[in-house]
């Protein structure tokens, strides 16, 4: 008859070694532990610590937008629409908005100028040539249908509607 052989954990059992390395895991598990809190603790302060700065910076912000906007008025809130103009198409190409809300111009072209331009019986709009990356914004102050063209682009055009 063949001689039985201990399985892997009764011969370790028999070894101080593997209660040291039990001992060992335990006391990772604890300086891990003590770590993950330290490491929670050091990033409640460092946030606690930026409050100040960030509360100061969104006051600016805000007191500075209030400043740039001028007077608030009364009815509904005008908004800022972006429209690229990239690969000599305005995109979208059709916008309902109305009276108050600015377009923003964005040329998204890497070496492309643009140069926008509405020309209408109630008001003309010329943002001149703008570079890749450079921007012109209008603000609708006329209700109606207008064609914003490109100076350079004859095909390129953005027809908005301003109630």
Do not use: W
């Not at 011969?11 to 532990?33: E, F, G, H, M």
């Not at 990033?43 to 610590?49: E, G, K, L, P």
């Amino acid at each position: 008859m063949l001689p039985i052989r201990p399985t892997a954990h009764e011969a370790l059992s028999n070894l101080d070694i593997y209660t040291d390395i039990d001992q060992a895991a335990q006391s990772i598990i604890a300086v891990d532990t003590i770590t993950n809190a330290v490491l929670a603790q050091v990033v409640s302060v460092s946030i606690y610590n930026l409050r100040v700065p960030l509360l100061r910076c969104g006051i600016l912000a805000l007191v500075a937008g209030m400043v740039a906007l001028g007077p608030a008025q009364a009815g509904l809130s005008s908004v800022i629409r972006i429209v690229l103009q990239k690969g000599r198409h305005y995109e979208p190409t059709d916008l309902f908005l109305h009276r108050g809300d600015t377009i923003t111009l964005v040329n998204g072209d890497d070496n492309a100028v643009h140069h926008a331009f509405i020309e209408a019986d109630q008001f003309a709009f010329d943002a001149g040539d703008q570079e890749p990356g450079k921007q012109a914004t209008l603000t609708l102050k006329e209700p109606g249908d207008f064609i914003i063209q490109c100076g350079i682009h004859p095909k390129m055009k953005l027809t908005i509607h301003v109630q």
